[in-house]
């Protein structure tokens, strides 16, 4: 049954999670439900290695530098910007910076509930949405930190909610807007432009059987706020467009060694532990959880293929989850984007078999196969506490972490405490060599120029001497050499190096000596000759 016939008052509901409530007070429900997980994730996680270059990038171009050409970037430029411009009003600090993470995660929250309530009218069904997405262990493991997904996801989401649920917007103006939403979403990770169709499909079937005209109209209005968005990328790309481009196409088909079989080989492994029973990517909770929503979208899709049109927000899920086996390698954490879309079509789908299921009587519902999904979502739910746990403290299937000693490595206030014995170390506005940009964050030193970007050496062997010149990035022989010509303090941890063991003796026979040692992190200075 359509999904616009609600179920009558006196039929069992099964989605009765609360006692009926008004939206104002299931939206304060959801808002402490979004924000007692999110802001424990985001204070208290692990970091994540790729934190390091974004926050770092953040911190120089509010120091007037300028991405691309002054040093190596790896992303459209929006992200640095945003974060700087935030941390320039509470301060450059870590827990200022997952501040702003958990802001955005709560944002889409949010964002995901007022889409439930508008499209169905009901505030326990936004509320079951909020429930799934806080629980969701994709969620809550990367939207809580300094990284591309929580950004970029808001902005998508954005442009989903004002181009099909604000209705006081003129139709203009919200094609206008939600395209200058989802321009911001690809100026923050480019291949999200490939969701696009998605977005201009649905422009059609909305608009063009009426009138071609209209739809040329809605076209050039969208298309338009697309361009708004973009325009400022024409800064980088005149002042160095080989830079730019390199940063944002280049590099990732340089990034990987693999060959081309390899590289298959990752992405069907990915694949399996994202819809097959291997669920050792990412760790188990996270595949099971993401498995049910796909299960869910499969559903919706069968209800409603050839006899409704389909919510946009199922296209835009398929497409992420299709573009996200496009870069080598393919990481599991890129499906935490597609993780609110996914979870408005599963609660569509959810709420019309329920309609359903209202209609029968209290023993063929006993009988009915809609239990089945309830004890899905219930098995959903309960791994969340053990992803938080996972997560938090035990650092099991964390990408990046090898346990509990890891855990106290990578936690900010370890890195905070290396920060500090960095400046004891090190004079003030002194160049440091870090393998690992995130120690610098914190400090009044400086990286060395050519390390802002942990990834530069990975494909600097690939370049010629004038194309590192151009793009900054050294290599390791270059950056031995730079460190035997100077004396500078030098950051090493355990795991930013797989040659960290060489490093330490090659450092040792270069007269350096460790000068402090905070957690599995060592610091060196190089010995002052006898007077």
């Known amino acids: 049954m359509s999904a616009r016939f609600p179920a009558p008052r006196s039929s069992p509901d099964p989605l009765r999670l609360i006692r009926d409530s008004s939206a104002p007070q299931a939206l304060f429900l959801s808002l402490a439900i979004l924000t007692v997980p999110f802001a424990l994730l985001g204070f208290t996680r692990g970091i994540d290695g790729?934190?390091?270059?974004?926050?770092?990038?953040?911190?120089?171009?509010?120091?007037?530098?300028?991405?691309?050409?002054?040093?190596?970037?790896?992303?459209?430029?929006?992200?640095?910007?945003?974060?700087?411009?935030?941390?320039?009003?509470?301060?450059?600090?870590?827990?200022?910076?997952?501040?702003?993470?958990?802001?955005?995660?709560?944002?889409?929250?949010?964002?995901?509930?007022y889409s439930l309530l508008k499209a169905r009218h009901s505030p326990n069904l936004a509320l079951l949405g909020v429930v799934l997405y806080s629980?969701?262990?994709?969620?809550?493991?990367?939207?809580?930190?300094?990284?591309?997904?929580?950004?970029?996801?808001f902005f998508l989401l954005s442009a989903y909610v004002v181009l099909y649920h604000v209705p006081r917007l003129s139709p203009r103006?919200?094609?206008?807007?939600?395209?200058?939403?989802?321009?911001c979403a690809v100026n923050t990770r480019l291949f999200l432009a490939a969701v696009l169709p998605a977005?201009?499909?649905?422009?059609?079937?909305?608009?063009?059987?009426a009138s071609t005209v209209r739809f040329v109209l809605s076209f050039g209005w969208y298309i338009g706020g697309i361009v708004i968005a973009l325009l400022p990328d024409l800064y980088f790309l005149f002042k160095s467009p080989s830079s730019f481009l390199f940063g944002n196409l280049?590099?990732?088909?340089?990034?990987?060694?693999?060959?081309?079989?390899?590289?298959?080989?990752?992405?069907?492994?990915?694949?399996?532990?994202?819809?097959?029973?291997?669920?050792?990517?990412?760790?188990?909770?996270?595949?099971?959880?993401?498995?049910?929503?796909?299960?869910?979208?499969?559903?919706?899709?069968?209800?409603?293929?050839?006899?409704?049109?389909?919510?946009t927000a199922f296209y835009v899920a398929a497409i992420i989850c299709c573009i996200n086996f496009a870069p080598t390698p393919t990481y599991g954490q890129y499906f935490s984007v597609a993780v609110p879309f996914l979870i408005i079509s599963a609660v569509s789908w959810l709420h019309d078999g329920c309609i359903g299921a209202g209609r029968r009587t209290p023993r063929e519902i006993a009988h009915s196969t809609w239990i089945v999904p309830w004890l899905l979502i219930g098995v959903y739910l309960v791994l969340a506490p053990i992803s938080i746990y996972r997560i938090t403290l035990s650092?099991?299937?964390?990408?990046?972490?090898?346990?509990?000693?890891?855990?106290?490595?990578?936690?900010?206030?370890?890195v905070r405490a290396v920060s500090r014995k960095i400046d004891e170390?090190?004079?003030?506005?002194?160049?440091?060599?870090?393998?690992w940009p995130g120690y610098l964050v914190e400090t009044s030193a400086k990286i060395l120029p050519g390390l802002e970007n942990n990834f530069g050496r990975i494909i600097a062997g690939k370049l010629d001497i004038d194309r590192r010149r151009q793009y900054g990035v050294l290599t390791h022989a270059e950056l031995m050499r730079r460190m035997e010509q100077g004396a500078?303090?030098?950051?090493?941890?355990?795991?930013?190096?797989?040659?960290?063991?060489?490093?330490?003796?090659?450092?040792q026979t270069m007269g350096y000596e460790m000068g402090a040692q905070v957690g599995g992190t060592e610091i060196y200075v190089k010995r002052q000759p006898p007077q």
């Open 199 to 209: 977005f201009l499909a649905s422009l059609y079937a909305r608009t063009g059987n």
């Open 135 to 153: 629980s969701s262990s994709l969620a809550l493991g990367w939207f809580t930190v300094v990284k591309t997904y929580a950004l970029s996801t």
């Open 250 to 311: 280049d590099y990732h088909f340089m990034r990987s060694d693999m060959t081309l079989r390899e590289a298959l080989w990752q992405k069907v492994e990915v694949a399996v532990s994202v819809v097959g029973i291997n669920t050792t990517t990412d760790g188990v909770g996270v595949f099971f959880q993401f498995k049910v929503l796909l299960l869910f979208n499969v559903l919706y899709f069968r209800q409603k293929w050839r006899r409704e049109r389909l919510d």
């Open 425 to 435: 170390l090190a004079r003030e506005d002194a160049y440091v060599v870090s393998w």
């Open 488 to 507: 500078y303090p030098a950051v090493l941890g355990r795991n930013e190096n797989p040659d960290t063991v060489a490093i330490r003796i090659a450092l």
């Open 173 to 183: 103006y919200s094609w206008l807007l939600s395209g200058f939403l989802f321009g």
């Open 395 to 414: 650092g099991l299937d964390v990408p990046g972490l090898h346990g509990k000693l890891d855990m106290v490595t990578w936690r900010i206030s370890t």
């Open 50 to 113: 790729d934190e390091g270059y974004y926050l770092l990038a953040a911190k120089l171009v509010g120091e007037t530098q300028t991405l691309y050409s002054d040093f190596l970037y790896t992303q459209m430029p929006l992200l640095p910007y945003a974060y700087s411009l935030w941390l320039t009003v509470v301060g450059i600090s870590w827990l200022s910076a997952r501040a702003f993470s958990i802001a955005l995660a709560i944002a889409l929250g949010v964002l995901l509930f």
